[in-house]
Every structure is written in structure tokens, then in C-alpha cells.
């Protein structure tokens, strides 16, 4: 009974050090605490307000969306257009944009990308309470900016043998699926990137990823060649 207890206070020791580690790592208790108690980081907030002291640039094209957008330089993707802002905060959902469509609208953009649902997906939502705001936001573009030409980017695979994640790709195929629906409800273009980007069992392509869920070069590579189709489409 002695030697049960010492090996369980061995190993309660060991998991509070992991934690403290992990908690060390991610800032502190206050900000993982933050963390805990509110929807957005501070990160999250610090793109949002650079964003908002940004210069007007009528006409530009906007990639907007999450963490897929936020990571791909896309001024230099298409150094050959004038204005290209990219508008992706990484860990964005549905909710998260309509929030800032001021401040994209506020540019009068000739082109709008969108990419964005993954988040809603991990933090638990169907694709059936996903779509009424995603329509909401399409809808809201185009009233505000109907001279827009607004392009709904189909979301990415993932990969969940390199990754665990808490969604997978029949959900994401489904979240697809509504999206292509809003598509063609708006007379919209719908890019489906998302076959594009997949191995032979239906994963997002290791040669695309690291992680499982974000793209590399190669798949940033790939995702140009098909948003190229639009951006030469007068």
C-alpha cells in the first residue's frame, strides 16, 4: 500500500510539472487563464487593430479569412496587381469575420477571397449551424459591395494521421457542401481547392502539410493555380 502511494504521488509530482511547463510555455497562468475566458487572444486582437489603422485601398483585392489565408503571402503570390491585402487571422471563425466586415468593406474591393469554417468545425459546431452566418456573411458582402466579385474558397483538407484534430474530413466534405449550396443560391464562384489538396485516401497530402491542417509552399503552389483561374476571369 506504501509503495502504491509513493508511485502515485510520483506520478501526480510529474504531472503537475508537465503542466507547469506547459503553462510556462504559453505565457503564464494569466495569460492562459485569458486563454480560457475569452473567445479571442490577445494575438488575435493585435492583427484585428493593425488592420483597422491601415491606409483605405479602394479597389484592392482581400483575402480574408483564417489562419489558411493569414499564412500565405499573397501580395507577393500576385506582385503584378496593385493593391492585395491580406486579411486572414489565424484561428478565425464564421462569427470572428462578420465582426470585421467593416473594416474590409471599408476598402471597396474588387475581388473578395474567402476561406474560412475550419475553426467553427474544431470548436465543435455542425455544418447545418455553420451555414445560416456563413449565408448571413455572404449576404451582408454583397449588399454592401454588390460591384465585388466575391469568390467562396472551399475549406482544406486535413490530415489526421500526422495531426489528431477534433474534426475530420466527412465533416469538413459536408461544411463544403453548404458552402457550395450558398454559392449557388448568391450566383457566386465556388473554387474547390479541397480535392486539389488530397492523396489517395482522401487526406490532406503529406506533401502539402507539416502539421496535418496548415499547407506548406508546395500547397500554396498548388492553391494559386486555382485561384488564378478567378483573378484572370474579367
Known amino acids: 500500500m ?52 491601415m491606409p483605405a485601398r479602394p479597389g484592392a483585392v482581400v483575402f480574408l479569412g483564417d489562419s489558411q489565408i493569414e499564412q500565405c503571402e499573397w501580395q507577393e503570390m500576385y506582385n503584378d496587381l496593385p493593391h492585395v491585402l491580406n486579411r486572414g487571422i489565424g484561428g478565425d471563425h464564421v462569427e470572428g469575420i462578420l ?11 474588387s475581388r473578395v477571397f474567402l476561406l474560412v469554417g475550419v475553426n467553427d468545425l474544431l470548436w465543435g459546431k455542425s455544418p447545418e449551424e455553420i451555414e445560416p452566418r456563413y449565408r448571413d456573411m455572404v449576404q451582408r458582402i454583397r449588399r454592401e459591395q454588390p460591384d465585388a466579385q466575391l469568390v467562396l474558397l472551399s475549406v482544406l483538407p486535413v490530415n489526421t494521421d500526422i495531426r489528431s484534430l477534433q474534426t475530420d474530413n466527412t465533416a469538413i466534405q459536408a461544411l463544403n457542401a453548404c458552402i457550395a449550396r450558398i454559392a449557388r443560391d448568391f450566383a457566386l ?34 492553391v494559386k493555380k486555382q485561384v488564378e483561374v478567378m483573378m484572370n476571369d474579367e
Do not use: C
Open 2 to 53: 506504501k509503495r502504491f502511494l509513493v508511485l502515485s504521488f510520483l506520478l501526480n509530482l510529474l504531472l503537475a510539472a508537465g503542466m507547469l511547463f506547459a503553462v510556462n510555455r504559453v505565457g503564464g497562468w494569466k495569460l492562459t487563464v485569458h486563454r480560457l475566458f475569452h473567445g479571442e487572444s490577445a494575438m488575435y486582437q493585435h492583427r484585428k487593430s493593425l488592420f483597422e489603422r
Open 99 to 109: 465582426g470585421r466586415l467593416d473594416e474590409v468593406l471599408r476598402h471597396a474591393p
Open 189 to 222: 464562384p465556388f473554387v474547390d481547392l479541397y480535392n486539389n489538396l488530397t492523396d489517395a485516401t482522401g487526406k490532406l497530402s503529406a506533401q502539402f502539410t507539416s502539421d496535418g491542417i496548415h499547407l506548406n509552399g508546395l500547397g500554396y503552389a498548388v
